[in-house]
């Protein structure tokens, strides 16, 4: 009836599964959000790059992968 008896009565497998998969989301979601800020604020922008006074929103954000593992190293060093 509720999640806490479901994930009691499942298989251990998939209870481990679901933990491993609460953490990939969670790493995906933030590093999406952590892309889109960077996105909207123009630091791919090839003409901002290249510029010296240019500050970007997060330091050594390249692209997505980059933003993915800055959410995982963030939420590493959080929890």
Known sequence: QDVFTTMVDMQWRYVFLAFIAS???SWFGFGVIWWFMSYVHGDYLLEN???STF???ILANKNFA???LFSQETQHTIG
Request: with cysteine; charged share 0%; proline share 8%.
């Open 23 to 25: 953490f990939i989301v």
């Open 49 to 51: 790059i290249n510029n």
């Open 55 to 57: 500050v970007p929103c």
């Open 66 to 68: 980059s933003a993915f």
